[in-house]
């Protein structure tokens, strides 16, 4: 992982503070089912995590297919094992950390719903059943993305939700404070993603997301 980290009073800033994620093996290994092992690793190359991810794909119908990604995240160390977004950090609503996906270039303007409403505003910061986004690609083509949580844990998580300069929707371990794991201790995030062709309702959104949800 890497980027720039936020500084508080400064903006953010590039430190020396890079990690990396390192593949260990692999426990399924298919053109559907992706599940390997993973060491988070700090500058120095300690290990600070230990990872099991899957990535699965599936049809839900003719027009939709879903894509799961799971992970268990252990802390490796001896010590209390923090992780933080930049909002943890001071700033205010950037709770970046934990599942993000980084859209495509929209062309025209781009449709997020939720079961709270539509825009950015309704659901940013919030948790949720279900959000969607979607928009036109370079050749006119409708599209929508639904994301939804897969276990309870996932589903308390908020979502961040951004489609200025570019769009992107993630699902936030560290919203506006620490998560903190305890040595030894791991987490469980699940979360699903339904990429259907055109553009659609809020109503049809819900359903698809509940046929994936019942699917899983």
């Known amino acids: 992982w890497g980027g720039r980290t936020f500084v508080a009073g400064h903006g953010p800033a590039w430190l020396d503070d890079h990690g990396m994620q390192r593949h260990q093996r692999w426990l399924t290994l298919s053109d559907t ?13 300690a290990i600070l995590l230990r990872e099991r991810r899957s990535i699965v794909c599936r049809p ?29 950090l001071g700033r205010p609503g950037a709770g970046y950390g934990g599942f993000f996906w980084r859209g495509p270039a929209v062309t025209g303007p781009v449709r997020v719903l939720s079961q709270d409403g539509t ?3 309704a659901v940013h910061g919030k948790t949720a059943d279900w959000v969607a986004v979607g928009g036109l690609d370079s050749e006119n083509r409708e599209w929508t993305v639904v ?4 276990n309870a844990e996932t589903a308390m998580d908020r979502w961040f939700v951004r ?7 993630g699902s936030s371990l560290a919203w506006d404070r620490p998560l903190v794991l305890e040595p030894g201790e791991s987490i469980d995030r699940n979360v699903i993603a339904v990429v259907a062709d055109g ?11 509940a046929t994936a949800r019942s699917a899983a």
């Open 33 to 45: 089912d992706l599940v390997h092992t993973v060491r988070w690793v700090d500058a120095g190359r």
């Open 60 to 88: 839900v119908n003719r027009d939709a297919w879903a894509l799961r990604v799971r992970t268990r995240l252990a802390n490796a160390t001896r010590r209390p094992l923090p992780i933080r977004s930049p909002a943890a």
């Open 119 to 121: 825009g950015v505003r």
């Open 147 to 150: 994301f939804l949580p897969g």
């Open 163 to 169: 489609a200025r300069d570019y769009l992107g929707v």
């Open 199 to 209: 553009a659609l309702a809020a109503d049809e959104a819900a359903a698809l997301a």
